[in-house]
């Protein structure tokens, strides 16, 4: 017998409990389906229990610039390893405690504990059970990639999925793949007394098309440990270790962090069971406005469809699949301004349109150096660079890149301003405190007047 249901929710994670939101605001008649542990990966292996890790760290490298300040003692600060990952997982714990939230009150009739295989355009079988959907949901997240090759070195190579799990760490490590959590995890184990070789076969990191901003970056960070960038790494095993060789680099480790980016779970969908029509990649084709697969009464969201890995455009993503799931007009709704974050220090940031997207003879480029900047200054982090992309024809804000402190915060209100589509004289016209970081904003702005077609008298005030 065949169970009849309004929507299935293929996954529990971030995608999947927003677009359950959507759909328990006009049917009880679904079901959410999840295969092995509950709570996102976010909560369990992602953003949170990172920035704990990083703030760790962070706290304990503050040491070094103690003397400057005329605070005696630091150099005789120690990390208890085992007791900071005790409190890394504790706090995971909290995170992903405050997820199942979402899931506790479903009886087993809502929530089905299990991995869900397409049966056809509309039908899903999971622990022998076949349930029919009048839409399914895919939310099934994504897995890190290891190398087939290195699948002999199980044992030395710890993927992300695996690294929050661990006690202790090793005395050295290398990172591989510098996205940002490559980075954040790469710069926060040196700070914590671990030896850091980090390896991108890139010469970007953090996904940084700049070549300016990406150029400081390499060099700030690079002073802490050493980057390898632009070659492949391979793996040998020998009597010490895991040697890792990249071009002419060579270094021998305990452990590698496998940090090369995620690949969607869809292999075990049985999707060839279905009308769905996939990319070149392999990802069902979709609207990324609506979320809907085709002209099918399927959608993907979250990290499965890989266009933005990012919790908060999962949870977009979500809410979008679960509101056109329960609705006969398939709605659109505008995407966000796309905004990433990397939290390594300094920050790295990119906001709205970057530069391999922008006509260079259209655009207006406003930078600040952060050397002059008084609050960095006060702060010991005054190494950073604010790129602006603007249009020349009108001041529009388009985009932006920066390696500074707290970027998180500028990318945010700069993100804010792209959204609202003001321009460089209208964003001139808010208030900026002092001392604030955020009046290397304002410098940026500044900088960028004099290379507009378009000029304004007074720009910082506003005639009644």
């Known amino acids: 017998m065949t169970r009849e249901v309004d929507v299935a929710i293929l996954g529990a994670g971030s995608a999947g409990l927003f677009a359950m939101s959507m759909v328990k605001r006009e049917t009880d008649n679904f079901v959410l389906i999840?295969?092995?542990?509950?709570?996102?990966?976010?909560?369990?292996?992602?953003?949170?229990?990172?920035?704990?890790?990083?703030?760790v760290a962070e706290d304990f490298h503050r040491k070094s610039i103690f003397d400057r300040e005329g605070i005696d003692g630091g150099e005789a600060l120690t990390l208890d390893v085992p007791a900071s990952m005790e409190h890394v997982q504790d706090l995971r714990d909290v995170f992903v405690d405050r997820t199942l939230g979402a899931t506790d009150n479903l009886d087993e009739a809502h929530l089905i504990d299990g991995y869900a295989r397409f049966i056809s355009n509309d039908t899903v079988e999971v622990n022998g059970e076949q349930i029919r959907a009048k839409s399914i949901i895919i939310a099934t997240g994504s897995t890190p990639i290891v190398p087939a090759a290195w699948q002999s070195f199980a044992d030395d190579i710890i993927t992300t999925d695996e690294f929050f799990e661990l006690e202790d760490l090793p005395a050295s490590m290398a990172v591989i793949g510098l996205g940002s959590i490559g980075l954040e995890i790469g710069q926060s184990l040196h700070r914590m007394g671990v030896s850091v070789t980090a390896v991108d076969q890139l010469n970007n990191i953090a996904k940084l098309d700049d070549d300016k901003v990406n150029e400081l970056a390499v060099a700030t960070i690079g002073k802490e440990f050493p980057l390898w960038l632009g070659e492949a790494a391979s793996l040998e095993k020998t009597a010490d270790g895991i040697q890792v060789t990249a071009g002419e680099n060579k270094a021998v480790v305990e452990k590698v962090l496998a940090s090369l980016g995620r690949k969607p779970n869809l292999e075990n969908l049985n999707l060839e069971a279905t009308d769905i029509v996939l990319d070149e990649r392999g990802i069902p084709v979709y609207d990324p406005l609506t979320m809907k697969v085709g002209d099918l009464p399927i959608y993907i969201a979250g990290d499965v469809n890989v266009d933005r890995p990012l919790l908060h455009e999962a949870g977009h993503e979500g809410r979008v699949a679960g509101y056109n799931a329960v609705h006969s007009d398939t709605a659109r709704f505008k995407r966000k301004v796309l905004m990433a974050i990397t939290f390594c220090d300094p920050n790295i940031a990119t906001v709205g349109a970057q530069l391999d997207e922008l006509?260079?003879?259209?655009?207006?480029?406003?930078?600040?150096q952060f050397a002059p900047v008084g609050r960095a200054l006060i702060i010991g982090k005054n190494r950073g660079l604010?790129?602006?992309?603007?249009?020349?024809?009108?001041?529009?804000?388009?985009?932006?890149?920066?390696?500074c402190v707290k970027a998180e915060h500028l990318a945010h209100l700069i993100t804010w301003s792209i959204e609202n589509e003001m321009t460089v004289f209208d964003m001139l016209k808010m208030p900026f405190y002092h001392p604030v970081i955020e009046e290397a904003l304002q410098a940026a702005l500044y900088n960028v007047l004099g290379q507009l077609d378009i000029k304004h008298d007074m720009v910082e005030l506003r005639r009644l």
Do not use: F, H, W
């Open 34 to 55: 999840n295969g092995g542990e509950l709570g996102t990966t976010c909560a369990r292996v992602g953003c949170m229990p990172s920035k704990v890790l990083i703030q």
């Open 359 to 368: 006509n260079s003879d259209e655009i207006a480029i406003g930078e600040i």
């Open 386 to 403: 604010l790129r602006l992309y603007v249009k020349k024809s009108d001041g529009l804000l388009l985009g932006a890149s920066m390696c």
